[in-house]
């Protein structure tokens, strides 16, 4: 039973344009939300999360956008760039547990 | 920067040996975790640590076990390697006392049982 799904395998985006990757969950528990990248041979870099207080927050480039009602993320990249072709990670937590369910992965692929 | 350290990167190792993945941070951080990633695949939690001699299983079963003598080191060990245990080993930290703390991951231990 996968609690946390990223339904896109890969995504290929041209460099300036906006990436949008997302993310669907189940557990109606969760109520943290972390987005993470992951280059080839290294671990996973955090990069940006949200409280389920919040349905936005925003650092630099990147952007994530809860929305509750329909246990849905996703995570926006503008403008983008070639050192953001990586995999991302959605995960998702329940505060007090402090231990992370991770998605598949989606891989994102800047084009020039 | 995350200063976690995983050893080694990549092992090659025969069925039936026994092998310890070292992990080890710098940052005084009191939880300590492994995850377990196949290729294309979500990251499994396998093990957890709270704080020395604080060891708890994870939603994936594993056959392997971890301790926690010291704050900053949390190795993993496998009795026996079989071909199914071949994966990739992620060892994170977190802090503690926040509401949430991300984890800091490692570069991960690549292993491969023949």
């Known amino acids: 039973d996968q609690q946390v799904k990223q339904n896109s395998p890969s995504l290929s985006v041209q460099e300036g344009r906006i990436s949008i990757l997302n993310c669907d969950y189940t557990?109606?528990?969760?109520?943290?939300f972390l987005w993470y990248k992951k280059y080839p041979a290294e671990g996973p870099t955090f990069l940006i999360s949200?409280?389920?207080?919040?349905d936005k927050n925003e650092d630099g480039r990147f952007t994530v956008f809860l929305n509750k009602s329909a246990k849905h993320l996703s995570l926006h990249i503008v403008p983008s760039q070639p050192g953001d072709s990586a995999v991302y990670f959605c995960?998702?937590?329940?505060?007090?547990?402090?231990?992370?369910?991770f998605g598949q992965g989606t891989r994102l692929t800047i084009n020039p | 920067e995350a200063d976690i350290y995983q050893t080694p990167r990549y092992l090659v190792i025969g069925t039936g040996k026994k092998i310890t993945l070292e992990c080890s941070q710098t940052?005084?951080?009191?939880?300590m975790y492994w995850y377990q990633q196949d290729p294309g695949m979500e990251l499994h939690l396998i093990h957890y640590?709270?704080?020395?001699?604080?060891?708890e299983k994870g939603d994936l079963s594993s056959e392997s076990t971890v301790s926690r003598i010291r704050t900053e080191h949390f190795p993993l060990t496998l009795e026996s390697a079989r071909p199914s245990h071949t994966s990739q080993y992620l060892c994170?930290?977190?802090?503690?006392?926040?509401?949430?703390?991300?984890?800091?991951f490692g570069n991960g231990t690549r292993l491969t049982v023949t």
């Open positions: 949200i409280s389920s207080i919040k």
């Open positions: 640590s709270y704080g020395v001699n604080s060891t």
């Open positions: 995960a998702a937590s329940v505060q007090g547990a402090q231990k992370l369910v």
């Open positions: 940052m005084g951080h009191d939880k």
């Open positions: 557990n109606s528990m969760f109520d943290y």
């Open positions: 994170a930290s977190s802090e503690s006392g926040r509401i949430f703390s991300p984890l800091h």
